[in-house]
């Protein structure tokens, strides 16, 4: 059960993990709080040396406390990860030593709570510190406080270095409603920053009074990095993980959201400082603005707007007007508008403008964010001929499409046009049916029903393999043409449709196999493409019964009753299509079930079908004929296979037997 646990130093060396240094003779455990006070004021005296934890890295503690009492100091001298729950309480000055790589990461919500200047509930703080001073005994640049996800604020004090992916607001807090501050500090001090959004809201009075001071680099920031009413201060830098010490302005594309490109700055009272190294600066970037209502340059503070290319200027832009004690490179321009010395400024895209001087003749301007407007020459636009010419198309060539079939149509689906609307209506291609063909594309995304969507009639997509007919082999398969399927409306199939009803559409092929997904290079969209062989030749096969004995068929002449040859080749290669029989002498009767074979080379393929006396067509008297299509008989062959027919089993006297297999062979 977690608990409170102190600690009393009894023990020579100070060592954290030594449960003889704890009042009770217990280290901390997982979801212990700790606490370091008066208690270790004993002989061996209270210097606490943390090298290790006591902890698991799926553990955390509660709370750790360094109270005003606590009279030693405490030295991480290792590479650590403090995991929190809770919060971190410091209540004295001058305790914290690092002699390691530190990280404290908080794991909770915040639970130490704040208020704003009328005396109201505001976000709270996840560390807390109530000392006037710094807290850190040396080695403050070696801990990191790691905030996580929350929303949090900050209490007065000074920070080591920020990281989190969450929100930092920026307003003036205290420690109960009766605005009490909760030290006398005065700032909220940061070293290195890599952090997301800083965003103020409820603005009041009081948040003049709130200062927060970057001492150290702006690694990462979130696309909001405003801060209301309070003060801003930045130490200046020789260099940054940018390389190029941009100043966080609205606009600039070294911070913010990398996909949306979007940066927002705001600043009530801009104050730049010295780092003490007489070559540190801030740069604001050519063709970006920097706005703030106050702008202060200290002593050794310095920053410059940089002339960018065809003389593109920096500018300020300042309701009072700047207090410049440092050094800065600006020219007013006018009232509150300052613009970089031997420079022209450009109206940027947050401000309604291109962020350009000039647009090359010809060019086509395009979206970046809030970068400059983008310049393509790869287009050449024609007024007169209304014709736009681009020099290549990356990826695809794709139709807007809506699906009003009552079922959702799947990626990879290929679709014709059901009905040409102003957005055209698709539905489920299939080679059987003409009235279904040909497709126009494939679906790139699926499409719900009353929705429309888009498809791709050029280009490479991934679709997944339950969209294609046949069980796919890598590599055997890539490059393999596929057509539109002839049984499985919406589907593709790599086996090539055969019969006379169906319509063949090549629309592409396989580029690449991966798992259950498969990559697709699309063509040849929009017309069937190909034509099935209509024309069909009959092998012939005659007996005074259908046996067990297998005897061959050949082509054209017919075999007779008491002839029993063997090896008759095809002369080509092809398929059989259909097969037709005549049975015929005496009346046919019974339910028993028969199975003719149908076979190549002695066996090596068979097809098997069934039929009882009732399945037969009495056409004439005595004269009985069964037919059989698709499945039941299609096997493909080469030139000088041999083909035969069988009686595999079955009683019913079948009398005389005529049989035709009627075969397609591939040279038409």
């Not at 080695?139 to 990281?163: C, E, K, L, W």
Request: proline content about 3%; hydrophobic content about 35%.
């Amino acid at each position: 059960m977690a608990t409170t646990i102190t600690w009393d130093g009894s023990e020579a060396g100070g060592v954290f993990t030594d449960d003889a240094n704890w009042v009770g003779g217990v280290a901390p455990a997982d979801g212990d709080s700790i606490v370091f006070d008066g208690t270790s004021d004993g002989a061996l005296g209270n210097d606490c040396t943390i090298n290790g934890l006591t902890i698991s890295s799926s553990e955390q503690y509660h709370d750790i406390t360094i109270a005003s009492t606590y009279t030693g100091t405490i030295t991480f001298s290792n590479t650590l990860d403090v995991r929190l729950d809770g919060a971190l309480l410091v209540h004295k000055g001058n305790t914290l030593r690092g002699a390691g790589t530190t990280t404290f990461t908080f794991l909770g919500a915040p639970s130490v709570d704040t208020y704003d200047g009328a005396g109201a509930a505001y976000t709270k703080a996840l560390v807390n510190f109530t000392a006037d001073t710094s807290v850190w005994n040396a080695g403050r640049d070696t801990f990191t406080f790691n905030f996580g996800s929350q929303t949090f604020s900050m209490v007065d004090g000074a920070y080591p270095n920020i990281t989190y992916t969450g929100e930092m607001k920026a307003k003036k807090i205290y420690s109960d409603a009766s605005r009490t501050d909760f030290n006398n500090y005065g700032s909220v001090d940061m070293l290195n920053f890599n952090g997301d959004d800083v965003t103020s809201s409820d603005y009041d009075i009081y948040d003049y009074t709130k200062e927060y001071l970057f001492e150290g680099t702006l690694t990462t920031i979130g696309e909001y990095f405003r801060f209301g009413h309070t003060t801003a201060r930045f130490k200046t830098l020789k260099t940054s993980s940018y390389g190029a010490l941009n100043f966080p302005v609205t606009g600039s594309t070294n911070f913010g959201n990398t996909t949306t490109k979007n940066f927002y700055a705001q600043y009530n009272k801009l104050q730049i400082e010295t780092n003490d190294v007489i070559d540190n600066y801030w740069k604001i970037p050519a063709g970006l603005t920097l706005e703030c209502n106050e702008l202060v340059i200290k002593d050794g503070g310095r920053i410059y707007g940089e002339v960018g290319t065809d003389n593109k200027a920096a500018s300020i832009k300042c309701v009072k007007r700047p207090t410049i004690r440092g050094d800065w490179n600006f020219r007013q321009i006018a009232d509150g508008v300052y613009e970089t010395i031997g420079a022209f400024s450009n109206t940027p895209v947050y401000h309604g403008g291109t962020g350009r001087q000039t647009i090359p003749v010809g060019s086509i301007l395009y979206g970046n964010g809030m970068d400059q407007v983008g310049v393509d020459t790869d287009f050449t636009y024609d007024p007169v001929e209304k014709f736009l010419e681009v020099e290549k198309v990356k990826s695809h060539i794709v139709i807007q499409v809506k699906n009003e079939t009552g079922s959702t149509i799947p990626k990879g689906a290929a679709v014709y046009v059901d009905d040409n609307n102003t957005t055209p209506l698709v539905a489920l291609a299939c080679g059987d049916t003409a009235s279904k063909m040909p497709a126009i594309g494939l679906v790139m995304e699926q499409i719900a029903d009353n929705n429309t969507g888009y498809t791709a009639v050029n280009g490479i997509i991934t679709i997944s393999s339950s969209q294609i007919d046949d069980t796919l082999s890598d590599p055997a398969d890539i490059g393999k043409i596929l057509y539109v399927s002839a049984t499985n409306p919406g589907k593709l199939t790599i086996t090539k449709p055969i019969y006379s009803n169906h319509l063949i559409q090549n629309v592409g092929n396989i580029a690449s196999i991966s798992g259950g997904n498969v990559k697709v290079t699309i063509s040849n969209i929009g017309r069937t493409n190909d034509t099935p062989n209509t024309a069909l030749h009959p092998c012939f096969f005659e007996r005074s019964s259908i046996g067990t004995s297998a005897v061959d068929f050949r082509s054209p002449t017919v075999q007779s009753s008491t002839a029993n040859p063997n090896a008759f080749p095809m002369p080509f290669g092809g398929r059989v299509a259909a097969a037709t029989f005549l049975f015929a002498g005496g009346t046919i009767t019974g339910t028993a079930t028969n199975t003719i074979r149908i076979r190549k080379n002695g066996g090596a393929t068979t097809k098997d079908f069934t039929f009882t006396p009732s399945d037969l067509v009495n056409t004439n008297g005595n004269n009985y004929t069964l037919t059989r299509t698709g499945a039941d008989v299609d096997f493909d062959f080469n030139a000088g296979d041999i083909i035969q027919v069988r009686r595999e089993s079955g009683t019913t006297n079948l009398n005389n037997g005529q049989a035709i297999l009627w075969v397609k062979f591939n040279n038409g």
